[in-house]
């Protein structure tokens, strides 16, 4: 699978954004770094200091500013990065990949000695990174990390495991996400990658919640909607009379998105979200929405 991440015009965006945010003593610093780190240690020493020269703040980054990034990135959003996550990953898409087998060592070093703030930076890059098959491993071995922030850089408005994770190390991921409670919504190809698999893995999981009384997120329902059948229906056919807005919204999205008779059917029964459906006032990142909503209340 070739990247389209590692483009130019990715990399004239990122600059552009970090110049922006940086004094002009830093900008000069960080390309001074990137000029001088053809060595591995240099390199490393650079990117551990970058929090000594930026500080941790918000960055700032326009609207057009984010619509070239998820244009050009393939749905990469940075509107919520720190200003050392930005830098780092900046050294990262900067650096001389020419010598394939070097380049490979000197990130992998960052990865077996990174803590909390580095390990996000990495994870960060990954659709910046040069040879991005290299780094399915890493990022599949991410996924099993229990850093919360390091699975939310990995997960979150990142299109890397979209690309480059293989069905398996996908499915453990989407589990990961609701099983750590971190925002589904922003798994960029949740919809596209939703498998058969998949979908019966998370009924089994929310069999599971249910057993123990526990509550299920709705949106797990958003990966079955395809793949609805006689095993999963019964799941959707509780959802359907459920007492919970939520609930029965999301059963009427999943039958939405089936082709299943029995589930097209029972669309048909609740007439007034169907509607909703039918006319855009209701999807799957709109009733994410509202479910945050009334979590924040």
């Given at each position: 699978?070739?990247?389209?991440?590692?483009?130019?015009?990715?990399?004239?965006?990122?600059?552009?954004?970090?110049?922006?945010?940086?004094?002009?003593?830093?900008?000069?610093?960080?390309?001074?770094?990137?000029?001088?780190?053809?060595?591995?240690?240099?390199?490393?020493?650079?990117?551990?200091?970058?929090?000594?020269?930026?500080?941790?703040?918000?960055?700032?980054?326009?609207?057009?500013?984010?619509?070239?990034?998820?244009?050009?990135?393939?749905?990469?959003?940075?509107?919520?990065?720190?200003?050392?996550?930005?830098?780092?990953?900046?050294?990262?898409?900067?650096?001389?990949?020419?010598?394939?087998?070097?380049?490979?060592?000197?990130?992998?070093?960052?990865?077996?000695?990174?803590?909390?703030?580095?390990?996000?930076?990495?994870?960060?890059?990954?659709?910046?990174?040069?040879?991005?098959?290299?780094?399915?491993?890493?990022?599949?071995?991410?996924?099993?990390?229990?850093?919360?922030?390091?699975?939310?850089?990995?997960?979150?408005?990142?299109?890397?495991?979209?690309?480059?994770?293989?069905?398996?190390?996908?499915?453990?991921?989407?589990?990961?996400?609701?099983?750590?409670?971190?925002?589904?919504?922003?798994?960029?190809?949740?919809?596209?990658?939703?498998?058969?698999?998949?979908?019966?893995?998370?009924?089994?999981?929310?069999?599971?919640?249910?057993?123990?009384?526990?509550?299920?997120?709705?949106?797990?329902?958003?990966?079955?909607?395809?793949?609805?059948?006689?095993?999963?229906?019964?799941?959707?056919?509780?959802?359907?009379?459920?007492?919970?807005?939520?609930?029965?919204?999301?059963a009427a999205l999943a039958c939405s998105d089936s082709h299943y008779p029995p589930a097209q059917e029972l669309l048909n029964k609740m007439p007034g979200i169907k509607s909703s459906?039918?006319?855009?006032?209701?999807?799957?990142?709109?009733?994410?929405?509202?479910?945050?909503?009334?979590?924040?209340?």
């Amino acid at each position: 699978m070739m990247s389209h991440y590692q483009s130019e015009a990715l990399k004239i965006l990122l600059s552009a954004i970090v110049r922006q945010n940086v004094t002009p003593e830093v900008w000069n610093w960080l390309n001074d770094k990137v000029s001088q780190t053809d060595g591995s240690r240099q390199f490393n020493i650079a990117f551990v200091s970058v929090p000594r020269k930026t500080g941790k703040s918000l960055i700032g980054v326009t609207e057009e500013q984010e619509s070239a990034l998820r244009k050009e990135g393939a749905g990469l959003t940075i509107a919520s990065w720190t200003i050392d996550r930005l830098c780092r990953v900046w050294l990262l898409a900067m650096l001389n990949s020419a010598d394939k087998a070097r380049y490979f060592q000197t990130i992998e070093n960052l990865f077996l000695t990174a803590e909390v703030g580095e390990l996000v930076a990495l994870y960060s890059a990954l659709p910046v990174l040069a040879y991005p098959e290299m780094w399915s491993k890493r990022c599949a071995e991410g996924v099993r990390s229990n850093i919360g922030a390091a699975l939310e850089a990995i997960m979150c408005n990142n299109p890397y495991p979209a690309a480059y994770l293989n069905e398996q190390a996908w499915n453990q991921l989407v589990l990961k996400a609701f099983f750590t409670e971190k925002p589904v919504e922003q798994i960029i190809g949740l919809d596209e990658r939703a498998n058969p698999d998949l979908a019966k893995t998370l009924s089994d999981y929310a069999h599971e919640r249910w057993a123990a009384k526990r509550p299920v997120n709705p949106q797990i329902w958003r990966c079955t909607g395809k793949f609805i059948n006689a095993d999963i229906f019964p799941d959707i056919e509780r959802l359907a009379s459920s007492e919970h807005d939520f609930e029965r919204e999301a059963a009427a999205l999943a039958c939405s998105d089936s082709h299943y008779p029995p589930a097209q059917e029972l669309l048909n029964k609740m007439p007034g979200i169907k509607s909703s459906i039918t006319s855009g006032e209701l999807n799957w990142n709109i009733l994410a929405e509202k479910i945050k909503n009334h979590v924040l209340q």
